[in-house]
């Protein structure tokens, strides 16, 4: 990857807003392999990370969700997603809680996603991207 795409990408997370969408990136670059992140997928992983550990209710979740998502958007880290064309194929079946136009998935750019894998394999956050299961004796204390 050329430095200077890194650097820039590199500059837009540190100019991010607090650890929540923060961690929302990174956690997104982390599940982003084929495409589209469903909102979903993102409520539920966030929701076991603790990321809204002062929201107790399922609708302070979502909106929390919903707002870090259009600040990374504003920042150019995540595009809209794909929608659902209603033929059947149940693209968007598992998005039943977001079922707003602009809020049913967003997608990371290639060079975006590997700049947070990047990022997070180097940040202390609760998770870490590895391509490769390591085998035992990679494993140290």
């Not at 079946?93 to 975006?112: E, N, P, T, W, Y």
Request: charged letters at 25%; aromatic letters at 10%.
């Amino acid at each position: 990857m050329e430095k200077k795409v890194y650097t820039c990408l590199q500059w837009r997370y540190n100019h991010l807003e607090g650890d929540e969408v923060r961690s929302l990136y990174l956690l997104c670059g982390c599940l982003s392999y084929y495409g589209d992140i469903s909102m979903d997928q993102m409520l539920r992983y966030a929701t076991g990370l603790n990321f809204f550990d002062r929201i107790d209710s399922l609708e302070g979740a979502i909106n929390k969700l919903v707002t870090l998502v259009k600040t990374l958007k504003a920042s150019s880290l995540f595009l809209d997603g794909p929608e659902d064309d209603g033929d059947g194929s149940g693209v968007g079946a598992s998005r039943l809680l977001f079922m707003v136009g602009d809020h049913k998935s967003v997608m990371m750019h290639d060079l975006v996603r590997d700049v947070a894998r990047i990022i997070a394999s180097k940040d202390p956050h609760p998770f870490k991207a590895v391509e490769d299961v390591p085998s035992d004796q990679d494993w140290t204390d």
